[in-house]
Each structure stands twice: as C-alpha cells, then as structure tokens.
C-alpha cells in the first residue's frame, strides 16, 4: 500500500550544500552538483546508513523506504520489498532531497518503517533541459532527454531516455524505456496545480546465483504513474494512480507468471498555527490496491488513515517538541494506532535530538504471491511492526568542519525477511522479533578551497531476538570515503571508497558471503554548455559478491557528454 500525505513534512529553508542531523539529512543543489553523479542512487550512497541499489533503497536494514518525488510516489507496485523507479528522476532536475531516518511514518503512512525519502525537483522561469548521451564497457549506452518551459502561469515539462546494456555475466542484459509528463498551472499565491504522468519499461535477464544459476529466466517491468496535486494553502490534496506489471519467464523451469498491481490513492492535509510557537497539521488518506496473476485470484484491498501532529516551540526557542498519532484501518492486516514523537535542543554550532515512531509494513503482492525460477510465494505473510527510537548529536565546531553522532535501537515484530533454501530456492518469511541497532558516525572537512572530504561509518546489529543469531544479508560494519576534488574551475573529480564486512547467507548463519572493499572514480569537465564526464566503478577490478550472494560487477567504465539548454 502506498500513502502520501505530504503536506506535515518537515520543510528546511533552502541552502546551499548539505546538512546531516542524525534522522535528518538534506541534500541541496550545489552539494548535489558536486556529485557528479550519473544515477540517482550515486548520490543516496553519499547517506550515512542508506544502501541504494539500481532499483532498490535501505535505510538502517530495513527495505521498507518510501520515496516521493515532488509529492508522488516512485516505489514500484509489483517489487518484491518497496523497490524504487530511480529512472524516472535524473540528477539533473534535483533540486532537494530530504532523508527521514526511521521516520516519517506519521505523516506518510504504512511501509515507512526505514524511512522516507523526499526528493524535489528544479522549476526553471525560463526554457531550460539538458541532452545527455554516454556508453562503456559491456555494451552500455544511455541517452536522455529533458525540456521545461514557463509562460505566464503554465509550466509544461517533458522527459525522456532509452538504456541498453549487455551485462556483465550470462543472462545480465537490460533495455530500459522511460517517458514523462509535467504540466502545472499557478491560479495566484500560493495556489497551484499539478498534473504529472510517467511510464518506465524495463527488460533484463536473471542469471541467479554462481552455484544455482538461471541462464533462460527473464524479467519485464512496465509501471505507469499518475498523480494530481492541488496545493490551496494551508489545504494540500494529492491523488496518484500507480499500476505495475511484471513478467517472469524460465522455459528450462516451466515459469510463465505475470503479476500485475495498481494503486489509487487521495488523501487530504492541512496545519494551521495554533498559538504564536506551535502548528497543528492533521490530514486524511484513502487507498485501493489491487493485483491479479496467473498463479492466483484477483485480490482487492482498501485502507483509510486520519493522522494529526502538534509541534511546539518553547519560549527560549532552543526546544522544540512534536508528538502525533496516526490511525490506520486496513481490508487484509489488523488495524493499528502508531505515534510518533521527537524532541530537538538547538544552540548556535550544535543539536542534540531524540525521536520515537511506529510504523507498519505491509507484505507486497510480490512477496505474497509471484513466482519465479529462484523465489516461492508465501500466501501466509502478516504486516511487520517497526518500532524506531533515535538519539543523535550533531555541531559544526569549526568553519568548513562538521559531525553527526547517532544512535538507533529498531524492534521489528514479524520482520519480512527472504531466505535462501536448497537449490538456491528460497522465499520469503516472517521472523517473529528481530532487533537493528546501532550507530551513525559522519563527518564533513572543507580541507581547503577545491578539496572536501566526507567520511561515514555505520555499526549495525541485526539479530533474531529468540535465537541470538544475525539476520541473512546485513551487515556489521559498512564505511564510505568521498573526496571532492576541484583543481580548475572547470574541472571537478570525485574519489569514492566503499568497505563492508561480511554478511550470512541464511538464517543457521552457516553460509557466509565475505566482506569487500572497493573505490570508484567520477570525473567532469565543463565549458559553455557542455559537460564531458566519465565514471569508473570498482577501479581496482575486485571480485565480489553483493549480500543477496549475486555477483557483483567487475571494472567497468563510461564516458559521455551533456549539453544543457
């Protein structure tokens, strides 16, 4: 289920750079820019405790991230564990990006329980877009294309791009179609429309496991997304209609099943101030799921949720303390009340914070009911339960110089987690209790003009709490080392490093995937309009496996050029 109240998010003045505060970071557009980034998960690895993947985005462990853009939500309907549409934003048209660590659930809704992501995208007064064209080793090309335009009160913007790719190893190939739509029209201040309509196609192979590979099964994907959005201030509505279908085919293991999900949703915010330091936001949400496959009956499922938050500052207007509930009525899973509290003390050069929240997780369609040559439906799933406390410290002590210290401690009840059985077969199941715990350490160093460093370091432990024994796929340790490097003004390099320790392969923790470290190369320059750019990835060519135990790419490289309009 997919719910979208965005009007009670927290919204951050803008500036230039980034700010990481424990459970919150922003990310502007000139700390973007920096990135040099081609996909939008190169810029989400950047995020102490975020672990984003060609389709897919964790928070702390838990896959169950929601993520907007410009108030829609991009999650793919017929994934497996809230997979995410990343070709439908290019880091060209970001703006913002705001990351809500272990929260968000309150105003956002079920299958928040890692977080939310809410990335807001450039509207230009004037004709603006970009061409962009690179390719590399395995055969990779990619083109796209964006145009905006604004006369008067209409805004009108069109995208497009097309990827092709022949993979890395057996059956690893992927063609990637991808079109969108904005239109928006202001009435006066602060009243305006929005209309916004994308399509994503996406075909590749599925070569499994070294030790159990599948060299005949496919993949297709083709989701449509809808949404309008009427923002009346201090009234908000969003409505949005999602639809997905997925493909799956193996000749040599008889697997033939489609799985097709469309999500309709409305929902409705407001705030109001109700005295000179507090605001009052409340809203409504009604959603209408509904999938339909070869290998099961047509299910139809509806939910209705009312949330309401009161935020208070006090008097010295160091403190600052917000508290809500949300209430959620679901057709297929029990129904729940879920708060969400967060206490903030700020001085000039630093900020402590602790925040409390409740989120459930609803299992997909996918995991409940598609079949494919390496994963078993499991018609039993029940809603998983997150509880989420974070404390964090962060302060800027000297100029160019800052630093996050975070805690986290998360209880998932019935935790959905997939496992491997014989043959490389697996599926997923429900847990009973695990615990994520932990802790973020981030810095920032402007060392000099034209150098930066940033470094961060995540500590998980994620334990079964009947058995004492880790969880399949999760990591201890995971570190990131980013150098930005700028030495002309024209030009702009970025070092990136990346180590993570090893991880167990199932549940008895008797099959064990080793630990990695690997570092990547981004480089661009500029003149006029134009920017060439090239990436390297896994520069030093090492062989290594991702958590889920598939084979993770070995050197690879692109080159391109982008022209900005």
Same mark, same amino acid.
């Given at each position: 289920?997919?719910?979208?109240?965005?009007?009670?998010?927290?919204?951050?003045?803008?500036?230039?750079?980034?700010? &990481?505060?424990?459970?919150?970071?922003?990310? &502007?557009?000139?700390?973007?820019?920096?990135?040099?980034?081609?996909? #939008?998960?190169?810029?989400?690895?950047?995020?102490?405790?975020?672990?984003?993947?060609?389709?897919?985005?964790?928070?702390?462990?838990?896959?169950?991230?929601?993520?907007?853009?410009?108030?829609?939500?991009?999650?793919?309907?017929?994934?497996?564990?809230?997979?995410?549409?990343?070709?439908?934003?290019?880091?060209?048209?970001?703006? /913002?990006?705001?990351?809500?660590?272990?929260?968000?659930?309150?105003?956002?809704?079920?299958?928040?329980?890692?977080?939310?992501?809410?990335?807001?995208?450039?509207?230009?007064?004037?004709?603006?877009?970009?061409?962009?064209?690179?390719?590399?080793?395995?055969?990779?090309?990619?083109?796209?294309?964006?145009?905006?335009?604004?006369?008067?009160?209409?805004?009108?913007?069109?995208?497009?791009? @097309?990827?092709?790719?022949?993979?890395?190893?057996?059956?690893?190939?992927?063609?990637?179609?991808?079109?969108?739509?904005?239109?928006?029209?202001?009435?006066?201040?602060?009243?305006?429309?929005?209309?916004?309509?994308?399509?994503?196609?996406?075909?590749?192979?599925?070569?499994?496991?070294?030790?159990?590979?599948?060299?005949?099964?496919?993949?297709?994907?083709?989701?449509?997304?809808?949404?309008?959005?009427?923002?009346?201030?201090?009234?908000?509505?969003?409505?949005? @209609?999602?639809?997905?279908?997925?493909?799956?085919?193996? &000749?040599?293991?008889?697997?033939?099943?489609?799985?097709?999900?469309?999500?309709?949703?409305?929902?409705?915010?407001?705030?109001?101030?109700?005295?000179?330091?507090?605001?009052?936001?409340?809203?409504?949400?009604?959603?209408?799921?509904?999938?339909?496959?070869?290998?099961?009956?047509?299910?139809?499922? /509806?939910?209705?949720?009312?949330?309401?938050?009161?935020?208070?500052?006090?008097?010295?207007?160091?403190?600052?303390?917000?508290?809500?509930?949300?209430?959620?009525? /679901?057709?297929?899973?029990?129904?729940?009340?879920?708060?969400?509290?967060?206490?903030?003390?700020?001085?000039?050069?630093?900020?402590?914070?602790?925040?409390?929240?409740?989120?459930?997780?609803?299992?997909?369609? @996918?995991?409940?009911?598609?079949?494919?040559?390496?994963?078993?439906?499991?018609?039993?799933?029940?809603?998983?339960?997150?509880?989420?406390?974070?404390?964090?410290?962060?302060?800027?002590?000297?100029?160019?110089?800052?630093?996050?210290?975070?805690?986290?401690?998360?209880?998932?009840?019935?935790?959905?987690?997939?496992?491997?059985?014989?043959?490389?077969?697996?599926?997923?199941?429900?847990?009973?209790?695990?615990? @994520?715990?932990?802790?973020?350490?981030?810095?920032?160093?402007?060392?000099?003009?034209?150098?930066?460093?940033?470094?961060?370091?995540?500590?998980?432990?994620?334990?079964?709490?009947?058995?004492?024994?880790?969880?399949?796929?999760?990591?201890?340790?995971?570190?990131?080392?980013?150098?930005?490097?700028?030495?002309?003004?024209?030009?702009?390099?970025?070092?990136?490093?990346?180590?993570?320790?090893?991880?167990?392969?199932?549940?008895?923790?008797?099959?064990?995937?080793?630990?990695?470290?690997?570092?990547?190369?981004?480089? &661009?320059?500029?003149?006029?309009?134009?920017?060439?750019?090239?990436?390297?990835?896994? #520069?030093?060519?090492?062989?290594?496996?991702?958590?889920?135990?598939?084979?993770?790419?070995?050197?690879?490289?692109?080159?391109?050029?982008?022209?900005?309009?």
């Amino acid at each position: 289920m997919v719910v979208c109240l965005c009007f009670g998010c927290v919204c951050t003045p803008a500036r230039a750079g980034a700010a &990481e505060n424990g459970d919150t970071v922003v990310l &502007e557009a000139e700390a973007i820019r920096a990135m040099n980034a081609l996909k #939008m998960p190169d810029i989400l690895n950047n995020v102490s405790g975020v672990q984003a993947g060609d389709s897919s985005v964790s928070i702390h462990g838990s896959y169950k991230v929601k993520v907007f853009v410009d108030g829609r939500p991009i999650n793919d309907p017929t994934s497996s564990h809230g997979g995410v549409n990343w070709d439908m934003i290019s880091p060209e048209d970001v703006a /913002h990006i705001e990351v809500l660590k272990g929260r968000g659930g309150l105003t956002y809704g079920r299958d928040a329980g890692g977080g939310v992501i809410l990335i807001t995208t450039e509207r230009d007064h004037r004709l603006s877009g970009y061409v962009k064209a690179y390719g590399g080793s395995h055969n990779t090309q990619d083109y796209s294309a964006a145009l905006s335009t604004t006369s008067g009160r209409f805004s009108l913007g069109v995208s497009g791009g @097309y990827e092709t790719t022949g993979g890395y190893k057996t059956n690893n190939d992927k063609e990637r179609y991808q079109t969108g739509l904005k239109l928006s029209y202001d009435l006066e201040e602060k009243k305006k429309i929005t209309f916004s309509a994308d399509y994503l196609e996406d075909k590749r192979g599925l070569s499994g496991l070294p030790d159990y590979p599948t060299p005949f099964s496919r993949k297709q994907t083709r989701n449509t997304a809808y949404s309008l959005t009427a923002d009346f201030h201090p009234v908000n509505s969003r409505t949005y @209609y999602n639809a997905g279908r997925r493909d799956n085919t193996d &000749e040599t293991r008889g697997v033939d099943n489609t799985l097709e999900v469309a999500n309709f949703g409305e929902d409705i915010a407001t705030t109001f101030h109700t005295t000179d330091r507090g605001d009052l936001s409340c809203g409504a949400a009604l959603t209408w799921d509904k999938a339909s496959g070869t290998a099961f009956e047509d299910q139809d499922e /509806h939910a209705i949720s009312l949330f309401a938050s009161q935020s208070i500052t006090f008097p010295d207007r160091h403190v600052t303390f917000t508290a809500g509930l949300r209430g959620n009525y /679901h057709s297929a899973f029990a129904n729940t009340v879920n708060p969400e509290i967060k206490l903030i003390y700020k001085k000039a050069a630093w900020q402590i914070a602790a925040a409390y929240s409740r989120t459930d997780n609803a299992p997909s369609f @996918y995991q409940r009911y598609n079949e494919t040559s390496s994963t078993r439906p499991n018609r039993d799933l029940v809603m998983e339960t997150a509880d989420n406390l974070s404390v964090e410290f962060s302060a800027s002590p000297l100029e160019g110089f800052s630093f996050t210290i975070s805690g986290f401690y998360n209880r998932l009840s019935d935790r959905i987690t997939y496992v491997t059985g014989n043959e490389g077969i697996g599926r997923y199941q429900n847990f009973g209790e695990v615990l @994520y715990q932990g802790g973020d350490l981030a810095f920032t160093w402007q060392m000099m003009e034209g150098l930066k460093l940033k470094t961060s370091y995540t500590y998980l432990e994620a334990t079964d709490a009947e058995t004492g024994l880790w969880l399949p796929c999760k990591a201890r340790h995971t570190g990131r080392l980013t150098v930005y490097w700028k030495p002309l003004r024209a030009l702009s390099v970025v070092f990136d490093g990346k180590s993570t320790s090893s991880v167990y392969r199932n549940k008895q923790n008797t099959k064990e995937i080793p630990g990695y470290s690997i570092a990547d190369l981004r480089a &661009e320059y500029a003149f006029s309009r134009f920017q060439l750019f090239g990436k390297i990835e896994n #520069m030093f060519d090492k062989t290594y496996y991702y958590a889920d135990g598939l084979l993770a790419p070995p050197r690879t490289w692109v080159v391109g050029i982008n022209w900005r309009i």
